[in-house]
């Protein structure tokens, strides 16, 4: 198992990846859409959460070919490997989410993303296909000592605004949270997972061809139904539909901890034997919770429901070699909040990790 740190696109800076270097990390999973920073602190909720993660720019020059390989160029030159890319931009394929008229295009478009990522030896693409998005998360001083992390505590749930998609802004001349145009009308289960199944049919051939694991994300919150559209994989069940719909090794998971353990009526270390065993996780998000939905929140790695020791150990036992990253974690009250919280994350993994490996 390798360790790695996921970075949001605000922190993604030649500084960042050293620290990440020298906290331990050899691989990098790069998260380009949203915007996730506050100053000089990270967060992962939103400062206006009635405009999601932000404004989505459909001609970002980083999803270019030359612009991926510039990224990989600049992770390499400070010693670390990039794994895998990390969601869509919602601009390239909100149609694709809402089977709207430009949902062609937009998948033709997708389609080349995934085979200049090949061409780059990238190795991964993780993805969350949802209309609602993460939505709904609170920040506060809900972990241990009052750190600030994150949390959901049963909103209520308005409609989603027309020219948004995946908590994302994609149309500005559309969007106004204060006076919406319209919302995305309700999206049924049967609906969802037809779209989903379409969008696998198409793209499954092309990342085989390219080399590049398609890895899927699970609803998180894990609800059946957000904002009125219905969710993907909110039991660790619901993954296998998933891995069936496509045999593919190429169709495979992105198996976060955290969201697994949020689950109603789920057994996170039965999941995570389950599809280790069967060698389709492409790679893990490491977080803690405490709760599940509709009511948790997010605590230290060492802290929470879960036993990470355990979960690693039952990734170790099926040969998982895959990279482990913290995904998000608790700010640590100091000049570095950010910064402090992953260098104990990773300081907490790389010790876990050897412990295990040495038997």
Not at 87 to 102: E, I, K, Q, S, T
Not at 190 to 205: D, G, H, K, V
Not at 284 to 292: A, D, E, I, P, T
């Amino acid at each position: 198992m390798r360790l790695g740190l996921g970075l949001y696109r605000a922190v993604l800076t030649r500084e960042t990846l050293r620290f990440a270097r020298q906290a331990g990390a050899t691989h990098i999973v790069v998260h380009l859409p949203g915007q996730f920073a506050r100053g000089q602190s990270k967060i992962i909720t939103a400062d206006q959460a009635n405009r999601g993660f932000g404004i989505s720019e459909a001609d970002d020059p980083i999803w270019t070919s030359e612009g991926l390989r510039d990224l990989k160029a600049m992770i390499n030159a400070e010693g670390l490997t990039l794994e895998a890319l990390e969601n869509f931009a919602p601009a390239h394929w909100y149609d694709v989410l809402l089977d709207g008229p430009r949902r062609a295009e937009q998948m033709e478009h997708l389609k080349r993303i995934l085979r200049d990522v090949g061409k780059l030896g990238i190795r991964t693409v993780g993805y969350n296909f949802s209309v609602a998005g993460v939505w709904g998360r609170t920040e506060g001083p809900f972990a241990r000592g009052g750190a600030r992390s994150v949390g959901f505590q049963d909103p209520a749930q308005p409609p989603i605004p027309a020219g948004m998609v995946w908590n994302m802004v994609y149309d500005p001349d559309r969007f106004d949270p204060d006076n919406p145009r319209g919302t995305v009308g309700p999206v049924g289960r049967e609906e969802i997972w037809r779209r989903f199944a379409l969008f696998l049919r198409e793209m499954m051939p092309v990342a085989e061809d390219a080399g590049v694991k398609l890895a899927l994300h699970p609803d998180d919150p894990p609800l059946p139904e957000l904002r009125g559209a219905a969710r993907l994989v909110y039991h660790p069940d619901h993954f296998q539909h998933v891995l069936d719909l496509q045999a593919s090794p190429m169709n495979a998971i992105e198996f976060c901890v955290g969201t697994v353990s949020e689950m109603a009526g789920a057994d996170v270390y039965a999941a995570v034997d389950r599809y280790s065993r069967a060698g389709r996780i492409a790679y893990v998000h490491l977080r803690n919770v405490r709760g599940k939905v509709p009511h948790y929140h997010e605590t230290f790695v060492d802290d929470g429901d879960t036993d990470m020791l355990r979960v690693l150990k039952i990734l170790h036992g099926n040969g998982f070699d895959g990279v482990i990253i913290p995904d998000h974690t608790p700010l640590l009250t100091c000049d570095a909040p950010w910064h402090a919280g992953m260098a104990y994350a990773l300081g907490w993994l790389r010790a876990a990790l050897t412990v295990i490996e040495r038997g």
